[in-house]
């Protein structure tokens, strides 16, 4: 899936932000970051005990996902510096198709 999604990012033009599996989207309150280790993945509410925040299970992680990608593509470089992990050189950019993306397709009657 993910070799799929490598170069249908390419064929389009568009970023592939691939997060660790390590990061706490489902423990982790997407209002004030706070992480709750004690929160049950068999609720499906989110309830965070540092800022009050309750929200569908579903929605909290989403929003932690968000959160994560965002951050991963302001990460910085240099601290300092404008610079970031995706940031092109040069202003050259990368290899892609004409983003016109696979053909529409179409649908031919029966005989």
């Known amino acids: 899936m993910r070799r799929q999604l490598a170069y249908k990012t390419v064929w389009y033009g568009s970023i592939l932000i691939v997060l ?29 005990p540092y800022c009050g925040h309750d929200v569908s299970r579903r929605e909290n992680s989403v929003r932690s996902i968000y959160q994560a990608a965002r951050r991963q593509l302001t990460t910085s470089v240099a601290p300092g510096t404008e610079e970031t992990l995706n940031a092109l050189r040069d202003g050259d950019q990368p290899p892609a198709g ?10 031919t009657p029966l005989p």
Do not use: V
């Open 98 to 107: 004409n983003g016109s993306g696979p053909p529409p397709l179409t649908r």
């Open 20 to 48: 660790d599996r390590g990061e706490p989207t489902a423990s982790k309150c997407s209002k004030c970051n706070e992480r709750n280790p004690s929160s049950k993945p068999s609720n499906p509410r989110f309830t965070c």
